[in-house]
């Protein structure tokens, strides 16, 4: 079976070495040594002062939800994972969507300027697949409007514009570290901020809202552990390896794919790319669906990322958008990971290649 992704396991002594480390410690979790080594690497490798790592990629998103005190509607986007759009009723805010750019698949500023009422403190956008939001767009409509902003920025580790880290824009952006993400601890993520007084705050939140004695506020557990934190340590030094290796099947999956009815995204201009996902779009669902099952009778594991569009899950009544609606149901992203051998791509690209000339 060929996965869509395939977590990297680093050599077993390389994790062995940490776990000594763990032992001798006798230092299991809430903020220990390896948990502060990975923060000051990952601070570092991002380029961002205020960083925590948290459990996972979910909590992230809930706990600046609640530090940032937003009250009522979020604009957020309905081409993303689920979590963006749970977190916000988890949290008991209303999620309100805004349709997203054509190219990008992130939300776009316009749909976020009309869909904004007297309820609206903030903004939820997802940097999808890594490609940038309109970020300078959406600081000036935050700025005129009064309204906070957050990047889910699951997909975007490593992630430039204009020479930058992703990661300098918004109030709060957030990371995934889970296993299927290009960068991954088995479960966990990160929360970044630019001072050191929301950073504290968000400290106090991911740890039940008190020091030692002294009780500030309600909290959750969003702390990660020392064995979390070793995987993290152990990927750390290899994720430009991993970027470099999927550059190159990024490469060679389009030349493998020419010829095609398919239109296969480029990352926006002014971007250092990270490889993170390969979508490609198909003329209509039906073509999807066909593709899905020919790869997976051939026992390729391909992923409708990302569909539904979020704003049609069952359980809520979201605005209607019909970009985003179009795009879900077009969208597979085909298997995407360092270590797919060029024989693989090759047999993946040729049952593509059958189904459309049946
Ligand atoms: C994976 C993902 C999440 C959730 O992260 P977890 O670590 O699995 O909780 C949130 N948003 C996006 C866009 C994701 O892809």
């Known amino acids: 079976m060929i996965n869509v992704t395939r977590a990297n396991l680093p050599p077993l002594e390389a994790y062995e070495s940490y776990l000594k480390k763990i032992w001798e410690n006798r230092w299991l979790t809430n903020q220990g040594p390896l948990v502060q080594e990975l923060e000051s690497g990952l601070r570092q490798r991002l380029d961002v002062p205020f960083l925590q790592f948290v459990t996972n990629g979910t909590i992230a998103l809930q706990i600046p939800l609640r530090a940032l005190d937003l009250t009522g509607e979020i604009i957020t986007t309905p081409f993303s994972y689920v979590a963006t759009t749970t977190s916000i009723l988890w949290e008991q805010l209303t999620p309100v969507f805004a ?8 939300i776009d500023p316009l749909s976020i300027e009309a869909r904004i009422t007297d309820k609206t403190s903030a903004i939820l956008a ?8 309109a970020v300078e767009a959406i600081e000036k409509i935050a700025a005129k409007h009064n309204l906070k902003v957050i990047y889910d920025g699951a997909h975007a580790f490593g992630v430039k514009y204009k020479g930058k880290s992703i990661f300098h ?3 709060v952006s957030t990371l995934s570290f889970h296993a299927t993400k290009l960068f991954h601890t088995v479960e966990g993520g990160a929360m970044i ?4 007084e929301l950073y504290d705050k968000l400290y106090l939140y991911k740890a039940f809202g008190h020091i030692g ?3 500030y506020s309600m909290g959750i557990n969003g702390k990660n552990s020392e064995f979390h934190a070793a995987m993290g340590l152990c990927n750390l030094p290899e994720v430009d390896r991993f970027i470099e290796g999927r550059k190159g099947n990024d490469a060679f999956y389009r030349h493998l794919l020419q010829g095609l009815p398919i239109h296969i995204p480029f990352c926006p201009s002014d971007t250092e790319y990270n490889y993170a996902y390969f979508p490609v779009l198909f003329e209509s669902e039906s073509w999807v669906l066909r593709v899905r099952e020919a790869l997976l009778k051939a026992g390729i594991n391909t992923r ?3 569909y539904p569009s979020l704003n049609q899950l069952p359980y809520i009544k979201g605005e209607s958008c019909p970009v985003s609606e179009s ?8 298997p995407h990971y360092q270590d797919l051998s060029q024989h693989e791509m090759e047999r993946i690209a040729s049952e593509i290649h059958k189904v459309f000339t049946l």
């Open 193 to 196: 901020c630019h001072n050191q």
């Open 304 to 306: 409708r990322y990302f």
């Open 327 to 334: 795009i879900a149901a077009k969208v597979l992203c085909l």
């Open 213 to 215: 004695d002294d009780y």
């Open 126 to 133: 997802t940097h999808v697949y890594g490609y940038p939001c």
């Open 169 to 171: 824009w918004g109030d």
């Open 99 to 106: 349709d997203i750019e054509p190219e990008t698949f992130c």
